[in-house]
Structure formats: C-alpha cells, structure tokens
C-alpha cells in the first residue's frame, strides 16, 4: 500500500517502488495520445510549496497534477507570508485552511516535509526534496527511465519486468554524494531494485556513514568505468557548501568528472543519468552531456508521467479503472 | 555582596523516613525549627509542628544544578528565574546556577546584580555564572574580578566555547589568579562546521549536517592541556562522548585539577530519536549513540565525572515548531533530572542512593562553592552534604518507589520543550524543603 505521504523511498519498499513504475508506464502511454489529460483527480486541488528555487521540479509536479485534472495552487516563497517572517508552520495551516488535498513541499531543511505531516490533518504530503535527505520523485523517475531503457534494449516491456532488469547491474554513483538528496533517493531505489550500487566521490563529499546502505565506497572513478551499466552524475552542491571539500573545481573534475575520456572507456551498453541542473565542464562534460547515451532530457520527460502515478496511487487510492476505455 | 537569605521560622517534623546522615542511611525522624535541622533520631515529637509523613522514603539533602537556564533577563517568554526556580524545587533542587549566556549577557555587575536581586526571593537558591568574554564573543575578557567580588565562582561562555586558545589560556590564568573557575562547553565550531547532530549514521541517514566526536574532544583536550600548565581549576560542561570522558579520567589520574558534569539527556536517549526530525531531540551536544552515553554512566560511576547537571535548556513551542536545523538547540530537565538519574544509575547499576545524592547535590555544592566547608561567596546557605544536626533545612523528600509520567504541559517551566514527554518513570520528589520552609509540599508547589 503506497501512502498516505511519500516522505521517503524506504517506506515504499520494492513493491512499493515497482507498483509505481508500472502506474507510470500506463501514464507514459496516455502522454503518447494526443488528448493527454485524463480525470483521474478531477475536483482535487494539489499545492505546490517550494521553499528553494526549481523548474524542473515544480513544472513536472504541476503539469501531472494538471494532466491528472486536478485544479493546482502554486506558492512561490518570493510572494508569501514566508518573506514577512510566517514559519513554515503556520504557512502549512493557511494552505490547509483553503481546503487542498495534497501539498508538495521542497525546504531546504532534511525533515521538513515529515514535520508537515504532524502538523497538517488528512492532506496528504509529497515530498519535492528536503535538505539533502531525499528526493523521492527524482529517485522513482530515474529507476523508471533506466528501466525504460534497459526494456527497450531487450525488446521487451518495461511494466512486465518488475524488478528483474536491475538484478546484477552495477550502478556507479559520482560526485557530491553527501550533500545530496538525489543521492540518497537514487541509492534506496536502486538498492530496493537489487541493483549493485557504488558510491564514488573524495571522501569530503561522501556520507560520514553508509553504514546499512549497502552500497561500496570508491575514491576512485577510473577503476570502475571498465565494468558498470549506468553512471549517475550528481552535481557538485556549491551552494550548499560543497565547494569547501575540494581543493578546486579543475580538481574535482580531474577526478570525478564525466569527461570525454572517461565516456569512452565505459562499455558501449553503459547509460548515463544525471538529475539536472548540469554544471557543463564540471561534473558532465558538454560532449557527454549530449552524447545519445546520456539520458537527461528523457528523464525530465519521465517526470511527469512518474509524478503522475505518484500523485494518482496518494489521492484516488489506488484504483486504475479510469484509464481502460479512457481513449474511446 | 550577600544576599541576606531569610530562614522560614516555624517547626516541621519529617517522620519514618530513611535519612542519609553523616554515617550513612538512618531510619529516623529530622525535627527542623526555624530553618536549622535541630534533632535526627527515632519517635521525635513536637507540639505544634507540621508533621510531614515520609515513611518510605529517603531524605536527603537538595540537589544542586550546576547548569540552569532561567532565560531571565531576555527570554522571558521561555522561562523566568520564578518559573526556572520553580521547576527545580519540583525536581528536588534547592539551588542552581544560573547561565549566563541571557540578553544581556552575565557579563557585568548590573545584570548579574538583578539576577541575584530577583533569586533572593525564588523557591531555590540562585547563583550566577558569569560570562569568561564580554558579550560571550570569544575575544575580550569580561570583568572578572568585579564579578567575583559578587561572588561569582564559576564563569563560562556556555552556549559555546572559548574558541581562540590563546584567549581560553589567558582566561584559565586570569581565573586561577581570583581563585575561582574556568568552566568551558566544549566545542571547536570549526570541526563542528556547523553540524546540528552526531555526526554519524543518522546524520548521513537522514541527510542532516552532522558534528563529529572530535568537535567537543579536541576541546576537552585542549582546555586540560592549559589547565594543566598553568595549574588552574577547569570544569567541563555537559561531557557527552566516550573520548572525553576517557580524557578527563586520564587528566585527574595525571594530576590535573579538573571537575566535570553530564546530563542526563546524554545517558538516556540516543540519536535515533532525531529520525522523527522533532527538534525537540536537538540539544547541544547532539544526542549520541549508545555507547556515548554508556561511556558517561561509567564515568559517573568511576568518579571522573563529578556532577549530574541538567542544562535545562527551556524553548518556545514556536522555536521548536521549527524545520530541524533552523530550531534552537535544548530541552528542559529540572524535573526529570532525579528520575531518569535514579532509573539509570540506582536501579540500572546499582549505585547507592548516597552516590546518587552525590552526584545530585553534594559534588555540585563543592564545584560551585555552596558546601558547608565553602564561604558561600553569595552569601547563601550550605547545599550538599548529609542531614545533620545544626544544618540549614535544604532537604529533598523522595519516594523511590512510586511512579509519574511525564506531561510537558504539566511541567512548571513555561517551555514545554520536553524529551520525556509520556514517559512513565520511577522515583518521585515529595517534597523540596529550602531554608526550612516547605516549597513543594505532596508533588505540588506551595508557590
């Protein structure tokens, strides 16, 4: 059962994260009609509440609640009470006052939206990322898109695999892992998946301890580029502070970075992913970035549709009867 | 300046209890009249006494809190020196020491007067820590010497340390020459690098900046490296790892006068609680795992740590309806002090009760200087000790036995900001006599 909140990826346990990906293959395939929008959560109103700056983001999570026919209040921090000095506790209440059924929330603070919960009564709360603790959204579209991939590899269909297709893969994860939120998500998603997952970064830029993640640690890119399906790049975090636990940015991507050369020595199947923004020269090189392996823009594209199943499995509770005859 | 405590006139009788005298656990009656315990010994009488029946019970002296924040002056809307004094007459405490890290700062004799001035009068006697730097910035000195002649003992920037070492020495050594103490929260906020946790794996979990071990032990190093040097008397401040404790065990057994307190939020709960992201389980030092606070009850047990000191720390529900690392650091202790202690210690290690009381009372009298033996610089009556004959009344009543739960609302303070909250614990405060008047009569204040 998924819900009542998506705070985190591991209360959603691998069945959890496959029943969503399936959700969001059907939604993918209503996206592909050209009456895109279906009513699924018609007369439902979804708020979206970001404390810290987005595009991608928020467009995604408004454009499925949108696609899913629920009505969307926006809040931008810039325009609010927040700026006048309201907590955020207080801003939940009044948000809660306009009578919403959802609130998806971005704060810089890890935990924010699981305060929410305690603070708000039967609206159901989405996390949008929180400080560097997750991102769930983020982490379920990126399972969905290299699934999608891999499917379409094989020739095969991505809902009908479950979870099969990471078994055995090998997932290397690079850059700021401490301060990402991204990371954290990716790591509980791919783990729950059963793919094997690196983490690899300097040491300032990896989590103090990952005790119980079951991943392996690397300082060292190079030594896995030979034998890996997928590289997640992150990107170095400099407003959070990352900037400090380096030495230089020519330094990290000395090391760290997604350059031409590293590309080429990853086998020819290997996939790229990166969350966005891209910091171009830094941790992806342009070429890279645009390299048909690299599958940042059909991430982006997956949000919505992974959004959409997010949203639909929370409010409608779960039933997916509307989408047969949907198109007749 | 002294304070000109008044005893309370009037003859109370405590009947049936079990009384730590000066040659241990005694079944006796205590008979105090105008404030002074005047007879110890079995079937008691007097006419016209109030008769309070503690049959079951252990009498003992009031504890002594070496770290209270009344928030008076400047956080008045989270605790006064009545209410803070009130909460620590219902947690058995007789007197406290008031941080100073208050807006204004304890920094000069006005305000440490008018803290004084408006202690006189409260449910528990209160002395006053003053600032070591002007302001708490960590730079200049603050007038120490004037301060003393107040009869300030203790100084600390508490909230945070001393961070520039060649400032912490000239304070030890400043402090050695008055004869009074050096007392540091120890925390190089440079390790600490603004970590709001344990730096560990909750804080990697849960993805909240974290403050490793080291930030306070590097501290703690270096302050008994200077005190050792210069022969100064340092106090450490609410120790919380296994390495600081292993540090002050290996500095008093090298010689170094040094004294240390921990709380018990430390031995009592551990960093998995922040998993709810309640910042009511943010608290400075962060809460730690298990084998920190292990770490502590074997120092508490050992003698390397002197005191049991609450840091009672009271906070507005809405600071504390704050996201994570944005709400203020502290939880409130007064009142859970003696039973999360007792639980912890008596009956989970088996402490006696007379070592309890020494970490509770006696210990923490010495250190701030409210002992019999000491001049009791304020003016103030002797804390700590045993029941005696000749004594003033600053006697605790406790019933072992019995049950409470914890209910923030309930609490005296004005914060709720509470830990504990629902906790069923054992061992209860009866009653708190101070100077012989009865302030908390039966669980309840009288005032």
Redesign the interface.
């Known amino acids: 059962m998924i819900g009542p909140h998506l705070l985190s990826l591991e209360d959603l346990g691998t069945e959890g994260i496959v029943e969503i990906l399936n959700v969001a293959e059907s939604f993918a395939e209503v996206e592909r009609r050209t009456m895109k929008k279906v009513p699924a959560l018609k007369g439902k109103v979804v708020a979206t509440l970001f404390f810290e700056e987005s595009t991608r983001t928020r467009l995604s999570f408004e454009t499925a609640a949108k696609r899913l026919s629920a009505d969307v209040l926006s809040l931008s921090v810039a325009s609010s009470s927040v700026k006048k000095g309201e907590s955020l506790k207080d801003t939940l209440k009044t948000i809660e006052a306009l009578g919403i059924d959802a609130v998806i929330i971005r704060h810089r603070s890890s935990g924010a939206p699981l305060q929410a919960t305690r603070w708000l009564d039967d609206i159901h709360v989405v996390n949008a990322g929180d400080g560097w603790h997750e991102h769930p959204s983020q982490g379920l579209l990126d399972a969905f898109t290299v699934r999608q991939a891999w499917a379409q590899a094989e020739g095969v269909d991505a809902a009908s695999t479950g979870s099969e297709l990471f078994q055995g893969k090998r997932i290397v994860i690079v850059g700021d892992i401490a301060h990402s939120r991204v990371a954290r998500s990716d790591v509980l998603a791919y783990q729950a998946l059963g793919a094997h997952v690196t983490l690899c970064a300097p040491a300032t830029l990896l989590p103090p301890s990952v005790k119980g993640w079951g991943v392996e640690v690397s300082t060292d890119l190079d030594d896995l580029l030979a034998d890996v399906d997928l590289v997640s790049v992150l990107r170095l975090q400099a407003e959070r502070g990352s900037g400090e636990c380096v030495p230089s940015l020519r330094e990290f991507t000395n090391s760290f970075g997604m350059t031409t050369a590293r590309t080429s020595k990853l086998p020819p199947h290997a996939l790229i992913t990166h969350p966005g923004p891209m910091v171009r020269g830094i941790e992806i090189a342009s070429e890279v970035a645009d390299d048909p392996r690299c599958l940042v823009t059909t991430q982006v594209h997956n949000g919505v549709a992974v959004r959409m199943a997010v949203l639909f499995l929370l409010l409608s509770g779960g039933s997916m009867a509307f989408t047969d005859g949907e198109g007749s | 300046m002294t304070t000109d405590y008044k005893l309370a006139q009037g003859t109370l009788l405590l009947t049936g209890g079990t009384v730590l005298g000066s040659d241990g656990p005694v079944l006796a009656d205590v008979l105090i009249e105008d404030g002074i315990i005047t007879a110890i010994g079995q079937g008691l009488s007097a006419p016209d006494a109030e008769v309070l029946d503690v049959e079951g019970c252990t009498v003992g002296p009031g504890f002594v809190d070496l770290h209270t924040h009344l928030r008076e002056p400047g956080k008045e809307q989270a605790e006064t020196i009545e209410t803070g004094t009130r909460a620590a007459a219902l947690g058995g405490y007789t007197a406290v020491v008031a941080m100073p890290n208050t807006d204004p700062v304890l920094d000069s004799a006005f305000v440490v007067r008018a803290v004084l001035g408006l202690g006189a009068t409260a449910m528990a006697e209160v002395a006053v820590a003053g600032a070591i730097t002007v302001g708490r910035n960590g730079q200049e000195l603050a007038p120490m010497a004037e301060l003393s002649r107040l009869g300030v003992v203790l100084f600390t920037d508490d909230g945070s340390g001393v961070q520039n070492g060649g400032v912490a020495r000239r304070a030890l050594e400043y402090c050695r020459g008055l004869g009074v103490t050096y007392a540091e929260h120890c925390e190089d906020l440079g390790i600490a690098a603004g970590g709001v946790v344990h730096?560990?794996?909750w804080?990697?979990?849960?993805?909240?900046?974290?403050q490793?071990a080291s930030a306070e032990e590097a501290m703690v190093a270096r302050d008994l490296l200077l005190a050792g040097e210069l022969g100064a008397h340092l106090h450490l401040l609410h120790l919380s790892t296994e390495g600081s404790v292993d540090l002050v065990r290996r500095a008093k057994a090298a010689g170094i006068n040094v004294t240390a307190e921990a709380a018990p939020h430390h031995f009592t709960l551990t960093d998995e609680s922040i998993a709810?992201?309640?910042a009511v389980y943010k608290v400075n030092p962060p809460l730690r795992p298990a084998h920190h606070g292990d770490a502590v009850v074997a120092g508490l047990l050992d003698g390397t740590i002197d005191a049991i000191a609450t840091d009672h720390a009271p906070h507005t529900p809405?600071t504390k309806?704050?996201?994570?690392?944005?709400a203020p650091p502290g939880m409130l202790g007064l009142e859970t002090s003696f039973s999360l202690s007792y639980a912890r210690l008596v009956l989970g290690e088996g402490l006696s009760m007379e070592g309890l009381f020494d970490l509770l009372s006696t210990n923490p009298a010495r250190i701030a200087k409210l002992d019999a033996a000491s001049d009791r610089p304020f003016g103030q009556s002797e804390q700590g000790g045993r029941i005696t004959v000749g004594r003033t009344a600053n006697v605790v009543v406790i019933d072992p036995r019995a049950t409470w739960t914890v209910e923030g609302s309930s609490l005296a303070s004005l914060a709720q900001n509470t830990p504990y909250e629902g906790r069923k614990l054992q061992g209860v405060i009866r009653h708190t006599i101070l100077r012989g008047e009865v302030v908390v009569r039966n669980g309840e204040p009288t005032r």
Not at chain 2, 203 to 210: A, D, M, V
Request: aromatic share 14%; proline share 14%; charged share 30%.
């Open positions: 730096e560990g794996y804080s990697s979990k849960l993805g909240l900046p974290g490793p709810s992201f309640d809405e309806d704050l996201p994570f690392d944005e």
